[in-house]
């Protein structure tokens, strides 16, 4: 029974892997779905959420069953209750791939990132991706160490989210009200994408050491 259980434990563990990289490939491609003005790759991201939800939903069902049959305690409970946490972060990411190519869709035959603007979404879209790359790994090898440095990547993307805010700021923009609406969103939807990857890697630190990613780093800056 207790091999049964571990298994089921582990099982939830690659279910959250597998998530964590369908969400991955979503931004990626919904980010070229959007600066290609690629519908039916939109559509393909758009119907793959689909699974994305799924998969939420027999993680969420699995650990709740777990919780009903064998009450779990201390190690055990954190592993589950720390993963519905985090399916919930992952599903919301999905939400965010989405809603990337549901704009490509929305200005469909037009493209709603300006040229000029084009290099600055790539790479917010590239970053959004190898954060999110970075989660699984981190998913996988409870890496604490590996866990932290996304924060640390997550400022590139708060940098790049200030960039697109400048040049909708300048007195030189002239792609109209829409489009500043259309690179606000997507600015947003990116940002957000990486905060929930970010989220992801600290309910992995809470994991492994039963502390929070915040009260780790108070604890040793106090040390130093």
Same mark, same amino acid.
């Given at each position: 029974?207790?091999d049964?259980? !571990?298994?089921?434990?582990?099982?939830?563990? *690659?279910?959250?892997?597998?998530?964590?990289r369908?969400?991955?490939? +979503?931004i990626?491609? &919904?980010?070229t779905?959007i600066?290609?003005?690629?519908?039916?790759l &939109?559509?393909s991201?758009?119907?793959?959420? *689909?699974?994305v939800?799924d998969?939420q939903?027999d993680? *969420?069902n699995r650990?709740? +069953?777990?919780?009903a049959r064998?009450?779990?305690v +201390?190690?055990?409970?954190?592993?589950?209750?720390t993963?519905?946490?985090?399916s =919930?972060?992952?599903e919301?990411?999905?939400d965010?791939?989405? !809603?990337?190519?549901?704009?490509t869709?929305l200005?469909?035959?037009?493209?709603?990132?300006p040229?000029?603007?084009?290099?600055?979404?790539?790479?917010?879209?590239?970053?959004a991706?190898?954060?999110?790359?970075?989660?699984?790994?981190v998913?996988?090898?409870? $890496?604490?160490d590996?866990?932290s440095?996304l *924060?640390?990547?997550d400022?590139a993307? $708060?940098?790049? !989210?200030?960039?697109l805010?400048?040049?909708?700021?300048d007195d030189?923009?002239?792609?109209?009200?829409?489009?500043?609406? $259309?690179?606000?969103?997507?600015?947003?939807?990116?940002e957000?994408?990486?905060?929930? &990857?970010?989220?992801? =890697?600290k309910?992995?630190i809470?994991l492994?050491?039963?502390? !929070?990613?915040?009260?780790?780093?108070?604890?040793?800056?106090?040390?130093?």
């Amino acid at each position: 029974m207790r091999d049964a259980y !571990h298994e089921e434990l582990d099982s939830i563990g *690659e279910g959250l892997v597998d998530m964590a990289r369908l969400v991955g490939s +979503a931004i990626g491609r &919904a980010t070229t779905s959007i600066l290609d003005a690629d519908l039916k790759l &939109a559509e393909s991201v758009i119907a793959a959420d *689909e699974k994305v939800d799924d998969l939420q939903r027999d993680l *969420e069902n699995r650990a709740i +069953a777990l919780l009903a049959r064998q009450q779990p305690v +201390a190690t055990d409970l954190r592993i589950v209750v720390t993963s519905l946490r985090m399916s =919930a972060d992952l599903e919301r990411s999905g939400d965010l791939a989405q !809603h990337v190519a549901k704009l490509t869709r929305l200005r469909f035959p037009d493209n709603a990132v300006p040229h000029d603007l084009h290099a600055t979404i790539l790479e917010m879209g590239q970053l959004a991706q190898r954060l999110m790359a970075k989660a699984a790994e981190v998913i996988v090898t409870k $890496d604490v160490d590996l866990a932290s440095q996304l *924060e640390q990547d997550d400022d590139a993307m $708060d940098l790049l !989210h200030r960039t697109l805010f400048q040049h909708l700021m300048d007195d030189r923009w002239k792609h109209g009200i829409e489009t500043a609406v $259309d690179v606000t969103l997507l600015g947003r939807y990116y940002e957000r994408f990486a905060d929930h &990857a970010v989220s992801v =890697a600290k309910r992995v630190i809470y994991l492994v050491t039963g502390e !929070h990613a915040d009260e780790l780093g108070a604890a040793t800056t106090q040390e130093a």
